[in-house]
T-cell receptor, first 114, second 116 residues
Framework: NAGVTQTPKFRVLKTGQSMTLLCAQDMNHEYMYWYRQDPGMGLRLIHYSVGEGTTAKGEVPDGYNVSRLKKQNFLLGLESAAPSQTSVYFC?????????????FGEGSRLTVL | DAKTTQPNSMESNEEEPVHLPCNHSTISGTDYIHWYRQLPSQGPEYVIHGLTSNVNNRMASLAIAEDRKSSTLILHRATLRDAAVYYCILRDVNAGYGGSQGNLIFGKGTKLSVKP
């Protein structure tokens, strides 16, 4: 089982460049999430999706956009990267509401913005 | 969501049991207690969750105090692979989605070191 797969795993960008992180899950999960993790900050929710074609803002959505055109994929876009977006990004999915269900995480994507 | 308090770090010897405490004195009756762990350079990994009764699975046991104001994650025989940051998280079963409500709030957790 692949579970949750994130690509790319590493990326270096210059300020102002754009990029897209891809998250794919093969568990037929309805819910998908994008988090970022900074040193000493824990994980913070950027955007999430409760089903194909839906997206919603999380705790720190500014500077990011997302799309969920297919149930198995959740894309995170940075239109104009800033150094403050240097972080490790984690995608997660769940079959049920996160209150009672289990979140499955990808291995992370480390992004550096110069 | 109610907050949790965990020690910043703990040490254990390999093949010995580990008891990781979590205090949640303001827990509500509908809060589930979740535990996740994060190994170095990996994403968080689900460990266990429970509501009122003690829970066991292949990874660990969760002991919940009778008044639910604290809980303990028990690793029965620590291995070097168990060295990770362990997060204790509360989530209200009735909480919907919207803003930050739809997520599990990961604090700083407890960093567990396992000595050979």
């Amino acid at each position: 089982n692949a579970g949750v797969t994130q690509t790319p795993k590493f990326r270096v960008l210059k300020t102002g460049q754009s990029m897209t992180l891809l998250c794919a899950q093969d568990m037929n999960h309805e819910y998908m999430y994008w988090y970022r993790q900074d040193p000493g900050m824990g994980l913070r929710l950027i955007h999430y999706s409760v089903g194909e074609g839906t997206t919603a803002k999380g705790e720190v959505p500014d500077g990011y956009n997302v799309s969920r055109l297919k149930k198995q994929n959740f894309l995170l876009g940075l239109e104009s990267a800033a150094p403050s977006q240097t972080s490790v990004y984690f995608c997660a999915s769940s079959s049920d509401r996160v209150n009672t269900g289990e979140l499955f995480f990808g291995e992370g994507s480390r992004l550096t913005v110069l | 969501d109610a907050k949790t308090t965990q020690p910043n770090s703990m040490e254990s010897n390999e093949e010995e049991p580990v008891h990781l405490p979590c205090n949640h004195s303001t827990i509500s009756g509908t809060d589930y207690i979740h535990w996740y762990r994060q190994l170095p350079s990996q994403g968080p990994e689900y460990v266990i969750h429970g509501l009122t009764s003690n829970v066991n699975n292949r990874m660990a046991s969760l002991a919940i105090a009778e008044d639910r104001k604290s809980s303990t994650l028990i690793l029965h025989r620590a291995t070097l692979r168990d060295a990770a940051v362990y997060y204790c998280i509360l989530r209200d079963v009735n909480a919907g989605y919207g803003g930050s409500q739809g997520n599990l709030i990961f604090g700083k957790g407890t960093k567990l070191s396992v000595k050979p």
